[in-house]
């Protein structure tokens, strides 16, 4: 008994201690964005001067922009293309290229993004060259992105769809339901969770890439962590600090709603599954 009292107690300062290592830097950069110093290191004093500022710094702003469309487009799209793919993949277990195309959806996940930045660079150099399209901006940066969030939105996708019932599907069929509705009155929203997910996946791992939008940027498009990452190798500018605070508290706002819409819609999803079921 004293052993088991032990055991768990370690694993509770475990626990703690990578939550702190996790979540200490964040809260350092939020507290530092008040610092009424220029100096990361020095604390002189509570001022919200940089917030002030960040309301006419140009280049972060549109960074914060440019960032915030890729990503939004990229989500969006990548929802769909592997909403696609994992029905595909966990329906249809058999056909020609089946392991072709498990590859290619997969490969993103293992590949460097060195890598895939580097060979997408040359590509599209090759189409602007014969066929004049595309400039390297919004839609490059989007089509990387696109690359690497439909694979991660595929797994998270098909992941769900293993624990569905099939039967649920089956007895809409039989009742007279068309495919298309049953993939929109059925499936749809027993995965609409995952879709959320994949959603929210995506769209934070385009809005925080480095690499892929360093090889796939051009001239005037900017994305915000590319102009974080410009200004930190001069030294931390407090509003760099500025900036990431107003994109925590989005977020955390977003996570929190969205949590909750989650949680309130699997509930009355239960309840009306226990209430089909008592009829």
């Known amino acids: 008994m004293k052993h088991e009292r032990v055991g768990r107690w370690v694993s509770r300062l475990w626990l703690a201690g990578g939550f702190v290592f996790l979540y200490l830097p964040i809260v350092a950069l939020v507290v ?16 919200l001067e940089w917030f002030r500022k960040l309301a006419h710094d140009t280049e972060v702003l549109q960074g914060l922009w440019l960032s915030l469309k890729t990503a939004f487009y990229t989500a ?8 696609l ?18 590859a290619m ?7 460097p993004e060195v890598i895939v930045g580097l060979s997408l660079l040359l590509m599209l150099v090759s189409m602007q060259r014969w066929l004049g399209f595309p400039d390297r901006g919004l839609i490059t940066i989007w089509m990387g992105h ?8 595929t797994v998270v996708i098909q992941a769900r769809l293993q624990d569905l019932n099939p039967q649920l599907e089956e007895a809409a069929l039989d009742l007279g339901a068309r495919p298309a509705q049953v993939f929109f009155l059925v499936t749809l929203p027993m995965i609409a969770q995952s879709l959320a997910s994949a959603w929210l996946l995506t769209f934070t791992l385009s809005l925080d890439d480095v690499v892929l939008s360093a090889f796939l940027s051009g001239p005037g498009s900017t994305t915000l962590p590319l102009v974080i990452f410009s200004r930190a190798r001069l030294g931390v500018d407090p509003s760099v600090n500025a900036v990431a605070t107003l ?10 709603g969205g949590s909750y819409a989650l949680a309130r819609a699997e509930r009355r ?9 008592r009829a």
Do not use: E
Request: charged share 10%; hydrophobic share 60%; glycine share 6%.
């Open 105 to 111: 959806v997969n490969a993103p996940l293992v590949m």
């Open 247 to 256: 994109v925590i508290a989005v977020v955390a706002v977003a996570v929190i």
């Open 146 to 153: 696109l690359l690497v969030g439909m694979a991660y939105a």
């Open 32 to 47: 530092y964005s008040f610092n009424d110093s220029p100096l990361a290191t020095r604390w002189a004093g509570f001022t």
């Open 269 to 277: 999803r239960q309840q009306d599954m226990a209430a089909a079921a």
């Open 85 to 102: 793919a994992a029905l595909t993949l966990h329906r249809h277990k058999r056909f020609g290229g089946r392991t072709l195309m498990v």
């Open 76 to 83: 969006c799209a990548a929802v769909v293309l592997g909403t």
